[in-house]
Protein backbone atom coordinates (compact mmCIF):
# COMPACT_ATOMS: atom_id res chain seq x y z
CA UNK A 1 0.00 0.00 0.00
CA UNK A 2 1.59 2.95 -1.50
CA UNK A 3 0.95 5.91 1.28
CA UNK A 4 1.55 9.87 1.23
CA UNK A 5 1.36 11.05 5.01
CA UNK A 6 0.75 14.92 5.65
CA UNK A 7 -0.35 17.11 8.93
CA UNK A 8 -3.72 17.67 8.06
CA UNK A 9 -3.49 20.92 10.45
CA UNK A 10 -4.71 23.51 10.47
CA UNK A 11 -1.36 25.25 10.58
CA UNK A 12 -1.73 29.14 11.41
CA UNK A 13 0.81 31.20 11.06
CA UNK A 14 0.65 35.00 11.21
CA UNK A 15 1.35 36.99 7.61
CA UNK A 16 4.74 37.28 6.78
CA UNK A 17 6.14 34.67 8.55
CA UNK A 18 7.31 31.27 6.86
CA UNK A 19 5.15 28.23 6.46
CA UNK A 20 6.47 24.41 6.62
CA UNK A 21 4.40 22.30 4.76
CA UNK A 22 5.80 18.21 5.30
CA UNK A 23 4.99 15.26 3.55
CA UNK A 24 6.99 11.51 4.18
CA UNK A 25 5.63 8.73 1.31
CA UNK A 26 6.26 4.67 1.67
CA UNK A 27 7.12 4.35 -1.93
CA UNK A 28 11.35 4.58 -2.33
CA UNK A 29 10.15 3.93 -6.02
CA UNK A 30 8.84 7.53 -6.35
CA UNK A 31 10.71 9.81 -9.19
CA UNK A 32 9.08 12.93 -8.63
CA UNK A 33 6.82 15.37 -6.32
CA UNK A 34 4.26 17.59 -6.68
CA UNK A 35 2.59 19.90 -4.40
CA UNK A 36 -0.54 21.48 -5.33
CA UNK A 37 -3.18 24.07 -3.45
CA UNK A 38 -6.29 23.55 -3.15
CA UNK A 39 -8.69 26.83 -2.12
CA UNK A 40 -12.05 25.63 -0.23
CA UNK A 41 -14.29 24.46 -2.85
CA UNK A 42 -12.30 24.60 -6.16
CA UNK A 43 -9.81 22.29 -8.34
CA UNK A 44 -5.80 21.54 -6.91
CA UNK A 45 -3.57 24.00 -9.14
CA UNK A 46 0.32 22.95 -9.50
CA UNK A 47 2.15 25.25 -7.09
CA UNK A 48 6.01 23.34 -7.79
CA UNK A 49 7.45 20.48 -8.49
CA UNK A 50 10.99 18.74 -7.52
CA UNK A 51 12.52 15.43 -9.01
CA UNK A 52 16.38 15.87 -7.40
CA UNK A 53 17.48 15.70 -3.72
CA UNK A 54 18.22 19.68 -2.30
CA UNK A 55 16.60 22.64 -2.73
CA UNK A 56 14.64 23.99 -5.36
CA UNK A 57 12.90 27.82 -5.30
CA UNK A 58 10.40 29.46 -7.07
CA UNK A 59 9.48 32.95 -6.20
CA UNK A 60 8.27 33.00 -2.70
CA UNK A 61 8.26 28.85 -2.68
CA UNK A 62 11.04 26.77 -1.64
CA UNK A 63 10.19 22.78 -2.13
CA UNK A 64 13.11 20.21 -0.54
CA UNK A 65 13.06 16.67 -0.98
CA UNK A 66 14.96 14.05 0.86
CA UNK A 67 14.83 10.73 -0.80
CA UNK A 68 17.04 8.68 1.66
CA UNK A 69 14.36 9.88 4.43
CA UNK A 70 11.81 9.81 1.79
CA UNK A 71 10.85 13.48 2.58
CA UNK A 72 9.25 16.18 1.05
CA UNK A 73 8.96 19.54 2.45
CA UNK A 74 7.04 23.14 0.97
CA UNK A 75 8.36 26.67 2.54
CA UNK A 76 6.61 29.54 1.60
CA UNK A 77 8.29 32.81 2.70
CA UNK A 78 6.53 35.80 3.45
CA UNK A 79 3.21 34.14 3.85
CA UNK A 80 -0.10 36.20 2.59
CA UNK A 81 -3.54 35.59 3.94
CA UNK A 82 -4.28 34.74 0.10
CA UNK A 83 -1.96 31.66 0.62
CA UNK A 84 -4.70 30.25 3.26
CA UNK A 85 -5.56 26.88 1.48
CA UNK A 86 -4.94 23.15 1.68
CA UNK A 87 -2.07 21.77 0.26
CA UNK A 88 -1.92 18.51 -1.47
CA UNK A 89 1.89 16.54 -1.39
CA UNK A 90 1.65 13.97 -4.52
CA UNK A 91 4.84 11.74 -5.07
CA UNK A 92 4.89 10.27 -8.89
CA UNK A 93 5.07 6.65 -8.89
CA UNK A 94 6.17 4.71 -11.62
CA UNK A 95 4.10 2.00 -13.56
CA UNK A 96 7.30 0.01 -14.55
CA UNK A 97 6.68 1.15 -18.39
CA UNK A 98 3.46 1.59 -18.63
CA UNK A 99 1.75 5.55 -17.23
CA UNK A 100 2.32 5.83 -13.62
CA UNK A 101 0.61 7.81 -11.57
CA UNK A 102 0.23 10.54 -8.77
CA UNK A 103 -0.60 9.28 -5.17
CA UNK A 104 -2.05 12.06 -3.40
CA UNK A 105 -1.88 13.06 0.68
CA UNK A 106 -4.94 14.23 2.40
CA UNK A 107 -3.42 17.57 2.62
CA UNK A 108 -2.48 20.06 4.92
CA UNK A 109 -4.73 23.31 5.67
CA UNK A 110 -3.03 26.69 5.86
CA UNK A 111 -4.37 29.51 7.99
CA UNK A 112 -2.36 32.73 7.50
CA UNK A 113 -3.52 35.22 9.90
CA UNK A 114 -3.35 39.07 9.13
CA UNK B 1 -6.47 28.98 -24.24
CA UNK B 2 -5.30 25.66 -23.66
CA UNK B 3 -6.61 23.73 -20.34
CA UNK B 4 -9.42 21.22 -19.31
CA UNK B 5 -13.00 21.48 -19.60
CA UNK B 6 -15.36 19.67 -17.21
CA UNK B 7 -19.57 19.84 -17.70
CA UNK B 8 -21.90 20.11 -15.54
CA UNK B 9 -20.16 22.22 -12.72
CA UNK B 10 -22.97 20.84 -10.53
CA UNK B 11 -25.34 17.20 -11.21
CA UNK B 12 -27.79 15.45 -9.61
CA UNK B 13 -28.80 11.79 -9.51
CA UNK B 14 -31.77 10.01 -8.63
CA UNK B 15 -31.80 6.42 -7.66
CA UNK B 16 -31.21 3.78 -10.30
CA UNK B 17 -30.13 6.60 -12.72
CA UNK B 18 -26.66 6.74 -14.66
CA UNK B 19 -25.07 9.97 -15.37
CA UNK B 20 -22.18 10.77 -17.18
CA UNK B 21 -19.47 13.70 -16.36
CA UNK B 22 -18.09 15.30 -19.56
CA UNK B 23 -14.22 16.15 -19.85
CA UNK B 24 -12.19 17.74 -22.74
CA UNK B 25 -8.73 18.93 -22.93
CA UNK B 26 -6.76 20.90 -25.56
CA UNK B 27 -3.69 20.34 -24.28
CA UNK B 28 -2.41 17.59 -26.41
CA UNK B 29 -1.85 15.44 -23.33
CA UNK B 30 -1.70 12.02 -23.88
CA UNK B 31 -2.93 10.67 -20.17
CA UNK B 32 -6.45 11.32 -18.62
CA UNK B 33 -7.30 10.93 -15.11
CA UNK B 34 -10.34 10.63 -12.94
CA UNK B 35 -10.47 11.50 -9.59
CA UNK B 36 -13.16 11.89 -6.45
CA UNK B 37 -12.80 13.82 -3.46
CA UNK B 38 -14.66 13.41 -0.68
CA UNK B 39 -15.04 16.23 2.34
CA UNK B 40 -11.79 16.50 4.13
CA UNK B 41 -10.06 13.63 2.37
CA UNK B 42 -7.85 13.31 -0.08
CA UNK B 43 -8.13 12.53 -4.20
CA UNK B 44 -8.97 8.84 -5.17
CA UNK B 45 -8.25 7.49 -8.46
CA UNK B 46 -10.70 5.95 -10.19
CA UNK B 47 -9.84 5.26 -14.02
CA UNK B 48 -6.80 6.33 -16.03
CA UNK B 49 -6.24 6.47 -19.46
CA UNK B 50 -2.75 6.51 -21.39
CA UNK B 51 -3.71 6.16 -24.90
CA UNK B 52 -7.11 6.36 -27.07
CA UNK B 53 -8.67 3.25 -26.68
CA UNK B 54 -7.30 2.17 -23.44
CA UNK B 55 -7.64 2.66 -19.93
CA UNK B 56 -6.64 1.30 -16.38
CA UNK B 57 -8.99 0.74 -12.97
CA UNK B 58 -7.63 2.84 -10.02
CA UNK B 59 -8.32 2.57 -6.17
CA UNK B 60 -11.86 2.85 -6.28
CA UNK B 61 -13.32 2.12 -9.98
CA UNK B 62 -16.14 -0.17 -8.74
CA UNK B 63 -19.67 1.76 -9.95
CA UNK B 64 -18.11 3.51 -12.54
CA UNK B 65 -17.39 3.07 -16.15
CA UNK B 66 -14.73 5.50 -18.43
CA UNK B 67 -14.28 5.47 -22.96
CA UNK B 68 -11.40 7.23 -24.38
CA UNK B 69 -12.71 7.44 -28.00
CA UNK B 70 -10.28 10.67 -28.63
CA UNK B 71 -7.58 11.89 -27.07
CA UNK B 72 -9.18 14.86 -26.47
CA UNK B 73 -11.82 13.16 -24.22
CA UNK B 74 -12.55 11.19 -21.27
CA UNK B 75 -16.07 10.67 -20.49
CA UNK B 76 -16.86 9.72 -16.68
CA UNK B 77 -20.18 7.35 -15.96
CA UNK B 78 -21.45 7.04 -12.34
CA UNK B 79 -23.58 3.82 -12.68
CA UNK B 80 -26.68 3.12 -10.65
CA UNK B 81 -24.32 0.61 -8.83
CA UNK B 82 -22.28 3.12 -7.42
CA UNK B 83 -23.87 3.73 -3.68
CA UNK B 84 -22.45 6.37 -2.81
CA UNK B 85 -21.57 8.51 -5.55
CA UNK B 86 -22.48 12.24 -3.98
CA UNK B 87 -18.71 13.78 -4.19
CA UNK B 88 -16.57 16.37 -6.01
CA UNK B 89 -14.88 14.94 -9.51
CA UNK B 90 -11.95 16.07 -10.59
CA UNK B 91 -10.72 15.37 -14.28
CA UNK B 92 -7.11 15.93 -15.10
CA UNK B 93 -4.44 15.54 -17.67
CA UNK B 94 -0.84 15.09 -18.18
CA UNK B 95 1.82 14.53 -20.71
CA UNK B 96 3.12 10.98 -20.90
CA UNK B 97 5.25 9.68 -17.70
CA UNK B 98 6.77 11.90 -15.10
CA UNK B 99 4.80 15.00 -15.80
CA UNK B 100 2.73 17.06 -13.38
CA UNK B 101 -1.10 16.57 -13.55
CA UNK B 102 -3.24 19.90 -14.48
CA UNK B 103 -7.17 20.00 -13.66
CA UNK B 104 -10.12 20.72 -14.42
CA UNK B 105 -12.68 22.78 -12.33
CA UNK B 106 -14.61 19.53 -11.16
CA UNK B 107 -18.21 18.59 -10.93
CA UNK B 108 -20.55 17.86 -8.35
CA UNK B 109 -22.29 15.24 -7.86
CA UNK B 110 -25.40 14.93 -5.47
CA UNK B 111 -28.30 12.52 -4.92
CA UNK B 112 -31.90 13.69 -5.14
Known amino acids: QKEVEQNSGPLSVPEGAIASLNCTYSDRGSQSFFWYRQYSGKSPELIMF????GDKEDGRFTAQLNKASQYVSLLIRDSQPSDSATYLC??????????????FGKGTKLSVKP | DGGITQSPKYLFRKEGQNVTLSCEQNLNHDAMYWYRQDPGQGLRLIYYSQIVNDFQKGDIAEGYSVSREKKESFPLTVTSAQKNPTAFYLC???????????FGDGTRLSIL
Open chain 2, 92 to 102: ASSDWGNQPQH
Open chain 1, 90 to 103: APYVGGGGSQGNLI
Open chain 1, 50 to 53: IYSN
